[in-house]
């Protein structure tokens, strides 16, 4: 009985609170809930994880709780989400049926797959047989290409990157690390890296080199004065005229999940889809959604 | 093989000259070869110093999340990529280096994403691995930088030594042309010089001159010419002054010994002087000195008989005979003396 009466008077409280002050003390608590310490547990697709990290200041300026951003894949982004220790999981692919039953998605911007060399190769295009017989070993060296005798050195992500599947799905090909099937899969003479920055370092720093990562992050480190420069793939450029008109072939969404749409969460996502936020992601390379 | 005397002033020279490219064309080389030594070494210690600076900035970008460091990781990357690519191209074989070290890179980048995506336990493994092949690549680097120092200082070594060498054979070389060139060429000069001395003798000049210069050469040559032409037109004049003595018009009083004597006259001086001393083996010489004595026998012979009123239609047609022979001899062997 006095449960029920402390519950009741707490009821009335808090209904003849002020919405801002409701929405301040919603927030505290749910820092105090979070497993982390943070009132926003961000973590997932190292693609996702720039805008994200853009995103966070013009979060910041209308709620000043903290922040927790990591890495770690669209694999981790699903995880994490799943298992409550972010409240939001970065993903950059389609969700798979199972994934959309369990999971709430927001669509906030759109990316595409950059095949990437070292800036001294003189090559520009490849078309996708080519890329196939790079990635299965059958082409080991870039003269057969028409560029200059050296070695090939493959760069490819590890299991649980989207940037993987990704480029699973188009070349059809499996990373040598999945379970074997009867599909091809790629030449065990492979660097597997985990990030966008780590492909990105990699084929920077070898001449040899090809690799794969998100065009909005290879443009913004290539702008930045990475040496490595994204060739065109069946002779389409990766820009954001190819990405909305879908003539480019390697097309992905940006996603976020979660599993709640709590205050800290709806806030985040409108700061994404705001005008400013979408021109975080159009900053980065991205397509936005409201283009 | 007989040689012109431009050859044999050349060919020492040529000589001298070619065996000077050669020494210096190998001391070029050889030089190229030290420095390449050098090169080696600094680029070694330049791969070994780069392979430092990527572990040190992919460390940073780890802890201050920039994204300079991972472009700066792969700038020194690719600077190691390129010293690769030198050795090798210096017939290096750094093939299975190049390996490992692409290896260790791919390796000590993907660290980044361990530590900051909270993989510690895997990141730290993956950490020690990485230490594990960098003490392996700084092993083989520190071996390499060791086997090229010791490299180039023993090429120093020899540097000096074949620079040294190659002056002591420039020094012989030089020995040996200048006594070639004394032997045949400045002493076969003096010669010349001093039979054209003596070819040109004028008491008033004699000794005057400075002997085997050139240009004292040239006027001593100069004036054997015309004196070889002043004593052929001498003893031509001998034939009027016996025509006039013969015929009773001349005025002059001829003594009959002094003209039969052949070492009077200026050419007869040079015939038994200097004449005789640098060509007494010539046989067209000493045909010569056999008629230079005729004619004057002859001469004498035609005087002395004008004297006693005898007939001298004889001896004057010998004189005569012995004057055409004289000075067609003259003219041939004056080339032997003036442009030999």
Redesign the interface.
Known sequence: MQVFSSLLIGIIIVATLPTQVLRALLMVGSVLLSPSGYALDISGASTVQPVAAGLIPLYKARSSEPVRLEGGGSSVGIKDALSGKSQIGMVSRELSDDEKKLLKNTVIGIDALAIIVNSSNPLTNLTKAQLLDIYTGKTVNWSALGGPSRPIVRVSKEVGRSTLELFEHYTGLLSADRLRTDKPSISKEVHIIGSNMEALTLVGGMRGAIGYVSVGTAHAMAKAGMPIKVLTLEGVEPTLDAIKTKRYPVLRPLNLVFIKETPVVTEFLSVALSPPGQDVVKSLGFLAVDQ | MKLSLAQKILLPYAMLGLLMLALLAALFTFNMKERAGSDRETTLREIKSSVQQ?SARVQNGILTRQ??Y??D??????KV??LL?KLDQEGGGYDKFRKEF??Y??RV??T???F????VDIGTMQLTQVRGLEMQLDVIMDRDIKAAATESARLVQLGQALQIGALAIFLISITVVTVLVKRNIINPLSGIAGALRGASSDPTKRGAAGGDHIEDIAAQMKVADAKFDRWIFDHQAWKSRLTACVDGTSTEKLDAAAISGDHECDLGKWLHGDGMKFYGGNTAFMQILHEHRELHACAGKVVKLVASGEPTAEPFSTFSQALLRLTLDLNKFKPTVVDR
């Open positions: 990527i994204d300079s991972a472009i990781a792969a700038k020194a990357a690719l990529d390129d690519t692409e290896n890179l791919a980048v993907a980044n994403s361990l900051l995506e909270n993989r």
